[in-house]
């Protein structure tokens, strides 16, 4: 008898059906019994070949996904032919207060507040397949620029060449330190202006800053003064008292009440008196 296959038969009984019969092709029937087709054996290893590829690249992809919706940072990933976003991530989503209907099919070029800078980025992650930390300055959704550092590679995303971008938001980092590099100048400028000599040393005995006038006071030449540790400076300043070792002495109590607050009298050796002020 000629057996047949029925055209909604899977592959896996089809591959089945030919090591039971031990045939090597089937002929395939619509539900009218209609002859529709041939199916050979090698042609069977060929599909269910292909259907396992599928299967792996799906798991791939699958396991691929999971990986960037646990990233602790947002991420972003675009085609490398088009420069249109095609995913990110929800840490992206709520980072940005991205959603995916605004955004996916984008091209990125546009959130760049410089699109200049892409073409360069994108000429460095061609030489070396990465970049790492990159300063940027970028654009919402709304327009509203904000300063990133940006890290790309090259990845396969649903089997096609694609660029993962790493985010890292750092307005609030900036805007910090640019305070507190106005503070330090304006700490400066106050220092400068004091009438009274300023030394200020750190819990390791480094020197943080100083003021002119504590130079003047001291006659402390520049290669002393620049030099990282206060040890050459203190003995240097001690020389000038009517008791050194004493006055270094003094300095280390000094250092180790941190917290002292205390107003001293010293006597140095060409007769001079000063008032110093400890906090």
Do not use: W
Not at 9 to 20: F, I
Not at 248 to 253: F, I, N, P, T
């Amino acid at each position: 008898p000629i057996h047949s296959l029925p055209l909604d038969t899977t592959l896996a009984d089809a591959a089945s059906a030919m090591l039971d019969r031990r045939v090597r092709q089937f002929p395939v029937v619509d539900q009218a019994g209609r002859l529709v087709g041939v199916l050979a054996a090698r042609e069977l290893t060929q599909a269910m070949a292909f259907g396992m590829m599928e299967s792996t690249l799906s798991r791939e992809q699958a396991q691929l996904r999971h990986l960037l919706e646990q990233a602790p940072f947002p991420l972003v990933i675009t085609r490398i032919d088009s420069g249109l976003i095609c995913y990110f991530n929800q840490r992206a989503e709520r980072q940005f207060g991205l959603r995916h209907e605004h955004l996916l099919g984008q091209p990125v070029a546009r959130f760049y507040q410089h699109p200049e800078e892409r073409a360069l980025l994108l000429a460095q992650l061609q030489r070396e397949g990465h970049v790492l930390d990159r300063e940027l300055s970028l654009l919402d959704t709304d327009g509203r620029p904000y300063t990133a550092l940006v890290s790309l590679t090259l990845v396969e995303f649903e089997q096609q060449p694609a660029i993962l971008t790493a985010i890292n938001d750092i307005t609030q980092r900036k805007r910090f330190e640019q305070e507190l590099v106005f503070r330090n100048i304006l700490l400066s400028t106050q220092q400068e202006a004091s009438i009274d000599g300023i030394l200020v040393v750190d819990e390791h005995n480094n020197i943080l800053s100083f003021n002119r006038r504590f130079a003047e006071i001291f006659h402390v030449p520049d290669n002393i003064l620049r030099q990282p540790e206060d040890k050459t400076l203190l003995n240097f300043v001690a020389s000038q008292f009517q008791d050194p070792q004493a006055f270094v002495q003094q300095v280390h109590a000094i250092y180790a009440q941190r917290g002292l607050i205390a107003k001293t009298t010293l006597h140095l050796a060409a007769g001079r008196i000063l008032d110093r002020y400890t906090a």
